[in-house]
């Protein structure tokens, strides 16, 4: 069983950067694909970004490429998420999904 935390969210203003960070342990973090999802107030959970387990290829919301970026380390079993030009529609509670496990969820809450 994987466990994950989660780290790096707050509340920020239109235009801000964050950079969410997820640590596992458990099992063998290189051996699992990661994902990003968030869940805003009253709606469902929707995904965000993916890669695999290399690091080497990553897929986004089509509504965030070019302002989202995932990346991970695969020797600090980390994942993140950087976020750039942070719009309130961003505001979510974001989560991260590694070998059928979720993070408890961070929040992200962007102000106009």
């Known amino acids: 069983q994987v466990q994950l935390v989660e780290s790096g969210g707050g509340s920020v203003q239109a235009g801000a950067s964050l950079k969410l960070s997820c640590a596992a342990s458990g099992r063998i973090f290189s051996s699992y694909a990661s994902g990003w999802f968030r869940q805003a107030p009253g709606k469902e959970r929707e995904f965000v970004a993916a890669i695999n387990r290399s690091g080497g290829n990553t897929v986004y919301a089509d509504s965030l490429k070019g302002r989202f970026t995932m990346s991970r380390d695969n020797a600090k079993n980390t994942v993140y998420l950087q976020m750039n030009s942070l719009k309130p529609e961003d505001t979510a509670v974001y989560y991260c999904?590694?070998?059928?496990?979720w993070g408890q969820g961070t929040q992200v809450t962007v102000s106009s």
């Open positions: 999904r590694i070998g059928g496990a």
